[in-house]
C-alpha cells in the first residue's frame, strides 16, 4: 500500500557512481555489491546504462536475474534503441524499472539535445509511453532540472505521468542547487504537477558544491519520497549525495523528518567497505558516518564526556551503523565455519567453490603470518577472489628481482594464451623493473595511469595491496594484488589489470593489436 510518508531509497553506486573516473567494476564485483544492497533492504538498485556497452548490459540482466527483494532499475535515453536494450536486460527481475532521462535545461536543449522544447516533450511522450509497455514501472528524469525553466518542467512531468511514469526524477545534474532555493523550487513543481496518489517525486543530486546531502534533505522536507545517491559519494566529479548520510540525517533527526524507511542501517559500515575495496577509491578517515574516525574520540574533554556520557558528544551510534571493531583475529586454528562466518560479518556473499578457493588462500597465508586480520581477509577476497578476470589471457608463472642502490633487475615468466613468454629489464627499483620485463615479455605497453600501495593493516606482517590502473587508447582498467611480498602484490595487480583491459576492450567490441615477437621461453 502507498504510504506518503515513506522515502524510498533508490542506488545508483553501480551506474553513476561507476561513472567515477578510474573505477572500473567487473561482474561479479558488481553482483558483490548488488547483494549487499538487497541485504540491506535498498529499495531500487540501477544496475546500469544497458545500451551503453554489452558489458553493462550483461550486468543488468544478471543482477535482475540474481538480485531479489528489491527492484532492479536500468538506465535508458528516449531512444527505442536504449529502452528495449534496458528491457531486454531487465527481463528477468522480480520487479523492472526502466529509468528514461531527457535533458530540460535550455543550455543542454539547445547545445547537447539540438531539440526544441515542444520535440523534448514529444520525445518523452513517445519513450515513457514505449517504456511503461515493457517494464513494470517508468521514472522519468529532466537532466538538469535545477537550471531549467520551472513552468516547462512543470509541464513535462505532467506528460511523463500522462504516459505512465510514476517516479518523477529532478536531477541537479552539476551539483548548481542551494539547499533553501532547491527547497522552494521542488515545492513549487510539486505543487505545479499536483501528481495523482501514487506517483512520487525523487531527487538526485550531484556534490559539485559539496551540497548534494543538503540539497537531497531540502527536497525530502520538500515532500520528494525518493532520494537518489550513492555508497561513499561515489562518482564523477564531486561524486553524489551520499546515501549513508542521507539516511542517519533522517534515522538521527527523526524528531524533524518523521519519515520512514526500509534501509537496514546496520549494514551501512560493511556495504561502504565493499564499494570503498572494489573500486579502489578510497574512504577519508573523517568521512561523515563511515570514515574510519566517524567515531573515534581524541581530545581528552571529549573522551571524558563520552565516557561519563555517551550523548554529550555522540549524536549518533557505531552500532547503528554497523562500524563496530573486529573483536575476531583469525588464524591457522580456525575453521571453514569461522572464516565464512567473518565473510558474512564482513558483508561478502559468495558461492561455495569461491568461499573454498578463498578459504586455500587463508590457510597458506597462515603458514606466513600468524593472525589474519579483517583487512587481510578483504583483500583476499576483492583482490583474489572477485578481482581476478574470469578470462585471464596472462598469468604471472614466476619472477626474480635483484635490487641495488637506485637500479634493479627484474625476470617475469608468464603465461600467455597458455604459451610460456619471458624477458628481462631493469628499473630504478625492483617494481619499475618487473614492470618493464612485463610489457617486454607480451610486447604490450599500456600506460600506468595509478599505482597505490598500502599495508591491510598497521603491522609489519601485513599483507601489501597494491591497485593499479592502466590505459591503452581510451580503455582504461584497474587491477589488484595482495602479497605479504610487496613486489609480487605488484606484478600482480598489473597482470590482473592487463587482463581486465582485454575484458573491458572486448565488452566495448575494440580489437587491441595482437602482440607480435613475445619471447616464447
Ligand atoms: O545526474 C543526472 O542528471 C543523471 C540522470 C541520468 C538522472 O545521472
Ligand atoms: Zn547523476
Redesign the pocket.
Known sequence: MFDPNRVTFFD?TL??GEQAAGVNLNAMEKLQIAKQMAKMRMDVIEGGFPAASPGDFNCVKSIAREVKGLTVAG?ARTTEGDIRAAAQALAGAERARI?T?I?SSPIHMEYTLKMTPEQVLAETRAAVSLARSLADEVEF?A???SRSDIDFLIKLFKQAIESGATVL?I????GYALPDEFGKFVKTIIDGVAAPEGVIFSV?A?DDLGLAVANSLAAVRAGVRQV?GTINGMGERGG?AALEEVVMALKTRADLYGLSYGLDTTRLYSVSRLVSRLSGVVVPPNKAVVGANAFAHESGIHQHGVLAKRETYEIMRAEDVGSVPAVMVLGKHSGRHAFRDRLDILGYQLDNDQVSRAFDIFKRLCDEKKDVTDGDIEAIISDQILAVNPEHRFELSTFAVAVGSGLATATVVIHRDGVEVRDAATGNGPIDAAYNAIKRAINFSPTLENFTIRATSPRSDSLGETVVELRYGDVTAQGRGAETDIVKASIQAYINAINRLYTQAAAREIKFEEPVNANLC
Not at 536531477?171 to 552539476?174: I, L, N
Open positions: 545508483t551506474r553513476d538506465l529509468h532521462f535533458a528524469s537532466e538538469d532540472a526524477n536531477p541537479d545534474t552539476v538526485h550531484h537518489e553524489n
